[in-house]
Nanobody, 122 residues
Framework: QLVESGGGLVQAGGSLRLSCAASGRTFSDYAMGWFRQAPGKEREFVAGISWSGESTYYGDSVKGRFTISRDNAKNTVYLQMNSLKPEDTALYYC?????????????????WGQGTQVTVSS
C-alpha cells in the first residue's frame, strides 16, 4: 500500500514537499517513482529513484526544480518541488517499481497510491 501526502495549493514560484509512505512489500528492494496526470492528459513520469537511493532520474520538465529522495528506514519516498509553475498542476502519484533500477515506463510499476493534488496558481 502506498499513501501520498503533502499536496495543496501554492503560488507560482513556491515549494511543496510530497511524501509517500509504503507498506506491505520490502520497500528497499524496489525503485520508486513519481508520476503526475493533469486533466485531459496522459500520466507522465516525473522522477525516479533506485532501490538504494544512489541513482535518480527526472523528466525534462522538472529537471533542476524537483528532487526525489527516499528513506528506507522509514519506508518513505519524497518529492521536493521548488520553483513551481502553473503547468505543474496535476494529480501526483507515487508508484513502486517491479525492478530495483529506475524505469520511466509506467508499465513497470505494479503498485500505485491514490494520488495527491498539487495546484499552482499564477
Amino acid at each position: 500500500q502506498l499513501v501520498e501526502s503533502g499536496g495543496g495549493l501554492v503560488q507560482a514560484g513556491g515549494s511543496l514537499r510530497l511524501s509517500c509512505a509504503a507498506s506491505g512489500r520490502t520497500f528497499s528492494d524496489y525503485a520508486m517513482g513519481w508520476f503526475r496526470q493533469a486533466p485531459g492528459k496522459e500520466r507522465e513520469f516525473v522522477a525516479g529513484i533506485s532501490w538504494s537511493g544512489e541513482s535518480t532520474y527526472y523528466g525534462d520538465s522538472v529537471k533542476g526544480r524537483f528532487t526525489i529522495s527516499r528513506d528506507n528506514a522509514k519506508n518513505t519516498v519524497y518529492l521536493q518541488m521548488n520553483s513551481l509553475k502553473p503547468e505543474d498542476t496535476a494529480l501526483y502519484y507515487c508508484a513502486q517499481s517491479t525492478l530495483s533500477r529506475i524505469v520511466t515506463n509506467r508499465g513497470f510499476y505494479a503498485y500505485w497510491g491514490q494520488g495527491t493534488q498539487v495546484t499552482v496558481s499564477s
